[in-house]
């Protein structure tokens, strides 16, 4: 069983920074690849940004390459994302999530997710 906690959402003004943090209980982060999802009102919650157990490999949604930076410390059991140039199609709420297992094909899909947080609300200004 794997809890996760986020914190560091908030409101910030276009061109802007944030650094989400999710925390996780439990012996086996490491065990868990974790990624980060978003979800807006009316909108499907979709991927965001993800990294491997030993932080070999990133990946990212094509809408925040370049801005945001998914990052993790398997000594303090958190996942990290840093969030620059921030945009107002950014505000959403945030969720951290982790994986025992997917592939390159299915890193990006719901369903391959064990653990869920209860998510930290963004929202940019323009």
Not at 120 to 126: D, L
Request: aromatic share 12%; proline share 2%; charged share 15%.
């Amino acid at each position: 069983q794997v809890q996760l906690v986020e914190s560091g959402g908030g409101l910030v003004q276009a061109g802007g920074s944030l650094r989400l943090s999710c925390a996780a209980s439990g012996r086996t982060f490491s065990s868990y690849n974790m990624a980060w999802f978003r979800q807006a009102p009316g909108r499907e919650r979709e991927f965001v940004a993800t990294i491997s157990k030993s932080s070999s490999t990133t990946s990212y949604a094509d809408s925040v390459k370049g801005r945001f930076t998914i990052s993790r410390d398997n000594v303090k059991n958190t996942v990290y994302l840093q969030m620059n140039s921030l945009k107002p199609e950014d505000t959403a709420h945030y969720y951290c999530a982790a994986s025992a297992f997917y592939t390159l094909s299915t890193y990006m899909k719901t369903p391959m997710y064990d653990y869920w947080g209860q998510g930290t609300q963004v929202t940019v200004s323009s």
